[in-house]
């Protein structure tokens, strides 16, 4: 039927809406779709394809807690190859997003795209830090910071704590206690994360 990608597309939506997240319908649901170019959502079936890796990265992580050592050493791989497969399928939405954004005709509102595209990034940022890609993580912070469009977004706080996070990781304690500063008084969801972060830069600093 010709309606029946959008179908799958709302069915892949209602299985992520749902309490109990069957990540593994999801990403059967979402699949397809994401390898149709002709499909006008595709960015958002991309990015919720990342969001379904990374949940089933998420549970397999879980799961490794506990087990035999050989099990969770199993388990924790498999898991790690998920992040991996999640920070590409957010990457490939950040860019089908800035080139939906770039094609709008003129007098179109971007506000929707705009945040879909920060989300994504964010996303995609989130990703890298979590599989030890720090040097690229830090070069996305920093190409979102730079970006004067973004200044208002309401990303650019998670974007400051990244840029801290990977500084720090990679052992810019300058760098670091200048951008988790600016996060202060540090009431963001990731506060108490980068509170610790910017002492941990002053005491490897000796101060």
Request: hydrophobic residues 45%; aromatic residues 8%; glycine residues 8%.
């Amino acid at each position: 039927h010709r309606e029946s990608v959008s179908a799958r597309f709302g069915l892949a939506i209602s299985l992520v809406g749902l309490p109990d997240k069957d990540y593994k319908a999801v990403l059967e649901a979402l699949q397809p779709l994401a390898e149709r170019s002709d499909f006008p959502d595709r960015p958002l079936a991309l990015y919720y394809l990342g969001a379904a890796h990374r949940g089933l990265a998420e549970q397999g992580f879980t799961q490794a807690e506990g087990k035999p050592p050989e099990e969770a050493k199993r388990l924790r791989a498999a898991a790690a190859d998920r992040m991996e497969q999640a920070a590409r399928s957010f990457a490939m939405a950040a860019g089908a997003l800035a080139a939906r954004l770039k094609a709008l005709p003129a007098g179109a509102d971007p506000t929707v795209d705009n945040e879909w595209l920060t989300q994504a990034q964010a996303d995609h940022r989130d990703m890298l830090l979590r599989t030890g890609k720090f040097k690229e993580a830090a070069d996305a912070a920093a190409a979102f910071l730079a970006n004067p469009s973004m200044a208002k977004s309401r990303n650019r706080d998670l974007a400051m704590y990244q840029q801290g996070y990977t500084a720090f990781a990679l052992g810019d304690n300058l760098a670091a206690g200048r951008a988790l500063s600016q996060l202060a008084p540090f009431q963001q969801e990731f506060g108490g994360h980068a509170r610790y972060l910017l002492g941990r830069s002053h005491h490897m600093a000796g101060e």
